[in-house]
Every structure is written in C-alpha cells, then in structure tokens.
C-alpha cells in the first residue's frame, strides 16, 4: 500500500531513459497503432494517429528527451495520456509496470539534465539503482505544437 506521501506511477523505457508517468494523466497503454506524418512537426513529433475515434498527436518520448529524430520502436508500445488540451499518445521502447514512488525520494533536476532534456523531465529519483526521471505529461508538447497539430491539413483534432 503507497504511502501518504507516495504516488503512483507507470513506468516505461524510451531508449536509455527509464521514466515514470503519473498514473492519473495515463488512459491506456496498446500496441502500435498507424500514423500519419505531419510535414511541419518538429523532429519528435512522429505525426498524427487516431485513438478510439479521436486524432491525437505521437510524440517519440526516446528523440524529444534526447534531441534526435523520430524513428518507430521496434516492438514498442503507445501510452495514451489525459493532458489538458485533450490526448496525447507517447511512443516508449517498454512499459516496465506500475510503482509508487514516495514524494521525498524525488529531488529537482540539476539545471544541466534539465537542458539536455529540454525541459521535459520535471524530478529525479532512483529505483532499484537506476536513475528515473519524472515527467510531466502536459508538458511534453508544447502549446505551439499542439496548436499546429491541431490545424494541419484544415481540420481541428479533438
């Protein structure tokens, strides 16, 4: 049972990273689903795929935390998230599980991870001897992206 500082977390893999995603930002985990390159995305951006009806935009979490293009993971899966301009899919190499993870365990990230990794990664914790980075969901596509997103092609995305 976690802690009442604790929360709970999903863990997942994007290349060398091992992050944890707040369970309360996750709606699923799937296999693959097809996408659809969008020409002006930024390099992390893998395009668009629809998700239960709804286009959401693919973000390859492995090249936006380490700065390189976006290629498909290889027996990879999709983590679909709640983030507040709708849903958001990410595309990780492993979903390693569920953890809880105590508050104080979880440090700020010095300023020279923080610029390697864009910004993306929010905290810093250990589990079982490794270095975990805590991302926030909501800050993994920025609003202008989203926005150029959303209007591709003339159609708005829900």
Known sequence: MPGTGSRRFLLVRARSWMCALPLDEVEETMRPLPVTPVASAPAFVRGVSLVRGTSAPVVSLGALLSGGAAEPCMGGRFVSLRVPE????????????LSSLEADSLEAV??????????????????????????????????EVWDRLTRSEGKELS
Do not use: K, N
């Open 86 to 97: 709708g849903r958001l899919v990410i595309e990780v190499d492993e979903v390693r599980g």
């Open 110 to 143: 010095p300023s020279l991870l923080r610029e390697t990794a864009q910004g993306h990664v929010q905290r810093l914790g250990a589990l079982d001897g490794h270095l975990l980075a805590v991302l926030g969901s909501s800050h993994l596509l920025p609003r």
